[in-house]
Structure formats: C-alpha cells, structure tokens
C-alpha cells in the first residue's frame, strides 16, 4: 500500500470514529421534541401572536400512507393513555394552548333552519358577496355574487370541520361564501324521533343516504330563502368521508341544476371505505368514552394525531363533545363524574346506515353532472372503477400523503388552495365569448 493510500485510510477511519461519536451523543428524537420546534403556523384569524399550532401540515413528516383498512369515516383510535379510560391534564402541554377556538372567529352568522317537520338544521354561513373591481383576477366577476362553497363533513364530526379551510378560501377569493351545516344527529341539529322508528325499534334518526342528502339540499333552499337571495349563487358542493357520499348523491340528482359547478369527494372510496367498515366496532370500543375538560378533549386529537393541526382540533373539537349533567353520567355507560365531556354522536347507533353510504359511490361519483375533484390521503385508496376514471381523465386527483384522514383540517392551507383552482376551472362566469365582428353584407346580383 503506498504512503497516500495510508494517509487516506487513516483519514477515513478518523472521520468514521467522528461521525459514530457525534451520533452517540444526539438525544432521542420524539413527537414531543417535533412539536417544541416547530413554527408558528396556521394561526387563528384573532390570534395572530398564538403559537399553538405547532401541529401544522409541515410538521407531519412521519406520516405513514394509511392503508386501506383504516377506518376511513371515523377519527382513528391513538389514545395517549393506551386505553379507553378519559384523558386528564392541564388543558396545556409545552406551553402550547389547548384552549377552544369559537366559531365566530371564522364564520359572519349562525343559522337555525326548520328544514322539516321534525328536523331543525344548524349551520354556519358566510355570505357570498358581489364582486368588486379590485376583487383580482380570479375571483367572481364584476356585479355576480361570489360562490358557494356548501360544506358536509363525516360521520362522527361537525360543521366546524370545515371552519379553517373556508377561512383560507375566502383569503383567496374574498367575496367567496361558505356554507357548513350540522348534519341530522351531529353538532347543533335536532332531530324529533319519529312515532314509527320507536315503535318498530328501528334507529331514532334516520341517517340514510337518501335523506341525508335531502337534508342538503333543504338546507341549502332554506338559507337562500332565509337570507332573501334571488337565486342561488354559484355552488361548489364540498363532502369529506361520508360528506362525500352525501355531495355526490345530490349531485346525481340535479336537484341544484344550473347552479352547482361541481363537487368535491375527502378521502373516501367505495372499496377502501367498505374494507374499513368491518374494524369499525373495535375502533369504537377502543377509543376514550369521555374527557375531563373540553381542553384534554382537544389535546387528546393533536397528541393521538387524529387532527394533525392544533388550530384546527381547537377549532373542530368542540363541535363533538357535550357535557354531562351529573345524572346524564350516571345513566350513561361506563358513567363516571370525572369525565363529564362526552361524544355528541353516538357513532355505534348508526352501524345500520355504514353499507348504504358508500355502495355503488364510485360509479355515482363518475356518472354525475359537473366537475369532479377527489383529495385523497394515499393512491392506496384508489378502487378500480376509479382507477380507470382517472386514467380516463373523468376526475381531478389530488394526493396529500402528508396528510391524516381529516385532510382538510390537518392541511387548511394547501386544501383551500385546491378547492379554489377547482372553483376557476369551472366558472362559467369566466367563460366569456369575444363580440361578434360585424360583416359587410353583400349581395349577389
């Protein structure tokens, strides 16, 4: 061996020795390390000096692709204590804020809607505005109101969901409106159970795709009529999970006609939501029953990473818990006066619905009137009728394996910049024939 190839050797091992050493003494990298150094992003609309959103989008950079047999309507089951048992603490943890956000940091007005005889809808709107002329390019044009964007969220969720991804659509269109409603059994609406279901033991509410899908559309001729709009504004439907299930039925029944542009499908496909359905139960039974405080609630979804941005949770979380009187505990299974705040849904009642929601999705999906967008998580989630559809060009694709099931929340941001290039791709409004040239008529002798 020559003097320079010794000298070169040597070197090598000396570096190697370094680098071993170094590594050594690095200190184990965890969640908890992940959230301390992060930035402050995503910050609430009133709160620009909070720094608790330290579970924004680009922290997730663990993220596994999810498979196909995740339960793909229902918050996945991480809990932090390994159990089932209710989740307690400070409300705070390395100084980030746990505390609720309200909802009227993001939407103008609450609205009560009496949509049948038996069924009062809740929901959350922001009007839809004419536009201006510095409303910039893009945006609706000039005298036409802005659009719709008329939310639906999943099972077991609220109209909340879709609170921090319509402030970011509206920060990129301003004179957008957003729509989100309490779907029957969930958040803030109230359903009378009709005399038949409890005399023929069937579910207290119906949650049939059918009507759930009527209720949309209800809501949606309510608030126009509730809010003295001459016609319906330009609508983009928007449905994350079983959300997207109800948006593509009412899409297929051209009920909204020449009013909806088109629609847009979260993370569910017919197959991969039929595989989840038969883990669902073990799911349910796994996951806390209560909370002590609606801040252990919200800590309990950022830290199992059930919504992987803390402003979102703070914001969405409220929205799924109610609490319990003292006797309400008592009655209620696994009943105990330290966990008060309680599920608002009682996902396990609607086990009769789960197959109706999602058969025969895809093809609907394909086959109905207007643009198409589906948001996934992982092509993993991609079933073979819509495999051919994309290939096909049917659709819009877009893929965010960054992102949890709750892509909308975990991802505000780059979901709301997604949902306003659908929105142009489809605005008739933009559609403008130039004049037509006069012609000089002439005539043949």
Not at 140 to 160: C, E
Not at 256 to 273: F, K, N, P, R
């Amino acid at each position: 061996m020559s003097e320079l190839q010794k000298k070169w050797a040597k070197k090598k091992l000396e570096t190697a020795a370094m680098i071993a050493t170094a590594t050594a003494a690095l200190p184990e990298f965890n969640e908890a390390d992940e959230d301390a150094l992060t930035g402050t992003q995503n910050q609430p609309p009133f709160d620009p000096n909070d720094d608790s959103s330290s579970a924004s989008s680009m922290s997730s950079t663990g993220t596994v692709i999810p498979s196909p047999g995740r339960a793909l309507f229902a918050r996945p089951a991480l809990s932090s204590t390994g159990s089932s048992g209710a989740i307690s603490g400070t409300g705070s943890s390395g100084g980030r804020s746990y505390e609720p956000i309200p909802w009227t940091a993001y939407f103008e007005r609450e609205l009560w809607l009496d949509t049948s005889p038996t069924t009062r809808h809740h929901a959350y709107l922001t009007s839809p505005v004419a536009a201006s002329p510095g409303s910039g390019p893009g945006g609706p044009t000039k005298g036409r109101p802005g659009p719709l964007f008329v939310t639906h969220h999943g099972a077991g969720s609220s109209g909340l969901s879709f609170a921090v991804v319509g402030a970011e659509i509206r920060k990129r269109i301003s004179g957008a409106g957003i729509l989100s409603l309490d779907a029957r059994g969930h958040g803030g609406t109230f359903t009378t159970p009709s005399e038949s279901s409890q005399a023929e033991n069937q579910p207290e509410i119906d949650l049939s795709l059918s009507t759930l899908s009527q209720d949309l559309y209800n809501v949606i001729i309510a608030t126009q009529k509730a809010m003295s709009w001459p016609e319906l504004p330009p609508i983009i439907l928007v449905g994350h999970s079983l959300g997207g299930a109800v948006v593509t039925d009412l899409a297929t029944t051209n009920l909204l006609g020449s009013a909806l542009l088109g629609y847009a499908v979260m993370d569910v496909v017919e197959g991969s939501a039929m595989d989840a359905l038969q883990s669902m139960q073990t799911y349910l039974s796994s996951r806390p029953t209560g909370f002590a405080t609606l801040k252990d609630g919200i800590e309990w979804h950022v830290r199992s990473r059930t919504v992987r941005n803390a402003v979102s949770a703070r914001t969405s979380v409220p929205g799924l818990l109610v609490e319990q009187s003292p006797e309400q505990q008592q009655q209620s299974e696994g009943g105990g006066r330290n966990r008060p705040w309680r599920w608002r849904t009682n996902l396990a009642a609607t086990q009769p619905f789960w197959e109706d929601w999602f058969v025969g999705l895809s093809k609907k999906f394909l086959g109905a009137k207007g643009g198409k967008l589906l948001l996934l998580a992982g092509t993993d989630r991609l079933d073979t009728e819509l495999t051919i559809g994309q290939m096909q060009g049917k659709y819009a694709l877009q893929v965010f394996p960054e992102a949890g099931h709750f892509i909308h929340e975990d991802l505000p941001e780059k979901t709301a910049t997604v949902l306003v290039d659908f929105y142009r791709r489809n605005d008739r409004s933009a559609l403008v024939l130039p004049p037509k040239e006069l012609v000089p008529r002439v005539t043949v002798r």
